[in-house]
């Protein structure tokens, strides 16, 4: 979420609650995504307020779509969304992100130059991108039809026909490993890989940068390739559209989509396989005057029931940057940091929560203890109304910038849809917010955040200091 609006400032300083910021944020974001009724939609028609609702239907294939009409801008934006993300990777680590980075590198007819030159005589883009969960190709094009359809073919061929050039698979293999050997020189991802391999040492999350490079150097193009068949399927797949696009365009595009990535086996989803882990201290010298910290334990996936309660009251914790608790007292008070954030990352499995800062070498033991006592203090006694209140219009206020493009509506329609939540979850999101209790922010943190079983990575130190790579105690 985006943590500051101007609009939460200009209402704190009118007295306006939150009731009031909510009617206005519900009608935005119900004209945004398209779940307004005509009392909340009183300059739209009827026939204009129908026009922005989210339609639905699948392919014959199988694959769930997501159709919003957006004329205000002539432009169209297409997400297609396959089931390929990194958990399918098993031992070959990095294969579903190097499928996806080699999909734009050349297809059908066009090798790598000539595609882009394409695209950017046609003022288009189009990317293919994956996550843990995920590979998701996108396109963004103007509405007309010289532009359009051309950029539609150099989708299409991206999707079903890409080249996977064996020289070029073989310098994008290299610049990886060189990227990953990079990461190591910076003390923030140094801590970033202990701290995932620490919380996750059997799971996804939990894939070192050594591990990830003895993968690469293994793999070959047949092995994309069979990534790529086996699951860029239509049967587990999102297509989501917005823009100046009718209907019927976008069921005759979803079809086509549907058709060249066909149907396949259906795979099991994405489920947990990590185990509890103990709450250890991982520390690796640096050279370094300051020293990277981050404190976690395993969060929860985005069904949990408490989600919403933690999520706004981590907002007010340690989400919220300056105005935070966490940084108005290490930092503002205390004067051990620059910045310190905590954050939750719910997805399909239990993501963690994190608490990141940097100190100087001196006082990082200070900065971690005195860290514990804030989170301590906000679980034992709760957050304090009016604070509360200020985190409510804050977040409420960051929903506008969620859903100011066509491009973010699209992703925002993507992820109801891959958590498969209510399309009216964005108009109804600031009533849920403004009805949470500072007793239910409280109950849920007691619940799912303990600082006595974090784990803490710790890296940085002076090299006269260095003993070991790494230690480790519990």
């Known amino acids: 979420m985006n943590k500051l609006f101007p609009l939460t400032e200009y209402a704190q300083s009118k007295r306006l609650n939150l009731k009031k910021i909510a009617v206005t944020l ?13 009392d909340t939609a009183t300059a739209n028609s009827p026939s204009e307020t129908k026009t922005r609702t989210v339609e639905t239907w699948k392919t014959a294939e199988g694959a769930d779509v997501y159709y919003r009409y957006a004329p ?36 059908g007819e ?11 005589q046609l003022q288009s883009s189009i990317g293919v991108s994956s996550n843990l969960q995920q590979t998701r190709f996108s396109l963004r094009s103007l509405a007309d039809e010289t ?51 620490t919380l996750y040492p059997n799971g996804y999350l939990g894939v070192t940068s050594e591990m990830l490079q003895a993968s690469l150097k293994k793999l ?3 092995d994309l390739k069979q990534f790529r068949d086996q699951f860029y399927h239509a049967n587990q797949a999102k297509i989501v559209f917005v823009g100046d696009l009718s209907q019927d365009e976008a069921k005759n595009i979803a079809s086509q989509v549907s058709k060249l990535l066909g149907k396949g086996e259906a795979h099991t989803a994405l489920a947990e396989k990590n185990e509890k882990v103990a709450p250890t201290r991982v520390e690796r010298y640096f050279d370094s005057p300051q020293t990277q910290v981050i404190l976690g334990q395993a969060g929860i996936d985005r069904f949990d029931p408490d ?17 935070s608790m966490l940084m108005t007292t290490i930092r503002e008070k205390d004067g ?45 006694n709760g957050p304090e ?6 985190a409510k219009n804050n977040f409420v206020g960051s929903l506008v910038l969620d859903l100011d493009s066509n491009a973010k509506q699209a992703n925002s329609i993507l992820n109801l849809a891959t958590y498969g939540l209510p399309l009216d979850y964005y108009e109804t999101l600031p009533e849920k917010v403004a009805a949470i209790t500072p007793e239910e922010i409280q109950a849920a943190f007691k619940a799912h955040v303990n600082p006595d079983e974090m784990v803490t990575i710790i890296v940085g130190g002076d090299v006269a200091q260095k003993t070991d790579d790494t230690t480790e105690t519990k």
């Not at 698979?169 to 890989?193: C, M, N, V, W």
């Not at 994190?354 to 301590?376: H, L, M, P, Y």
């Not at 109304?385 to 200020?390: D, G, P």
């Open 26 to 38: 519900m009608t935005t974001t119900a004209l945004l995504l398209g779940t307004a009724h005509a």
């Open 72 to 107: 205000e801008i002539p432009i169209v934006d297409l997400i297609v969304a396959v089931d390929a993300g990194s958990f399918r990777d098993g031992e070959q680590y990095g294969l579903a992100s190097m499928t996806a980075n080699m999909m734009t590198k050349g297809s």
């Open 110 to 120: 066009l090798d790598e130059e000539a595609f882009l030159i394409q695209l950017d």
């Open 147 to 197: 532009h359009l359809q051309p950029s539609l073919t150099l989708f299409y061929d991206v999707l079903a026909h890409p080249q996977f050039d064996e020289a070029i698979f073989e310098r994008e293999i290299t610049q990886a490993i060189d990227g990953e050997k990079a990461l190591l020189d910076d003390p923030a991802s140094i801590a970033s890989e202990l701290y995932y391999q």
């Open 220 to 222: 070959k193009v047949e």
């Open 307 to 323: 989600y919403l309660p933690l999520i706004v009251g981590n907002h007010l914790l340690g989400g919220s940057g300056l105005t």
């Open 336 to 380: 051990l940091t620059y910045g310190i954030y905590s954050s939750f990352m719910p997805l399909s499995i239990a993501g963690p929560y994190s608490i990141r800062f940097s100190t100087k070498n001196a006082s990082v033991d200070e900065a971690i203890d005195k860290t514990k006592a804030v989170i301590r203090d906000f679980i034992a």
């Open 385 to 390: 109304a009016e604070a509360l209140q200020r």
